[in-house]
């Protein structure tokens, strides 16, 4: 099923949640590369592969290296990831799987040393979106492959 086709505004409604991740965001100081870490390791977990895909591609576009994101899954084990980025990790991985641990203290704790409330917001939301990404692509039977990134 194509929701673009069928209710437009459903999909306006997530652009416009993306929209302000990317303004405020940038203006409260997350990183572009983070959130592209974010958003492929939330939809790695998820198995989302038009995502992974889309993600991926974004990713090299804005210049991140290949071992990095081949990576991003065994973060813990890598040496390639700053402690800001292994800290949204973490909770990118809490925040995606909160029915498993609710978002352990320690986490929370972990990720308040890197993060201002503001970014841990911006942060928190972004996960947010890239999870309901996740679930319409992934329920929609989206196909990976075709994706583009926009030229910058």
Known sequence: ???????PDVIQAMLCLEECIYKGGRRAGIERSLLNLVNLRASQINGCAWCVDMHT???RAAGETEQRLYLVSAWREAP???????????????VTLVSHD??????????????TETELAY???A???INGWNRFNVS????AGD??????
């Open 1 to 7: 099923m194509d929701v673009d086709k069928v209710a």
């Open 57 to 59: 591609k974004d990713a």
């Open 80 to 94: 390639f990831f700053n402690e800001r980025e292994r800290a949204a990790l973490a909770w990118t991985e809490s």
């Open 102 to 115: 609710h978002v352990p203290d320690h986490v929370y704790d972990y990720v308040r040393q890197y993060f």
């Open 123 to 125: 942060l928190t939301l």
């Open 127 to 129: 996960i947010v979106a």
């Open 140 to 143: 929609m039977r989206k196909i």
């Open 147 to 152: 994706y583009q990134p926009r030229k910058t």
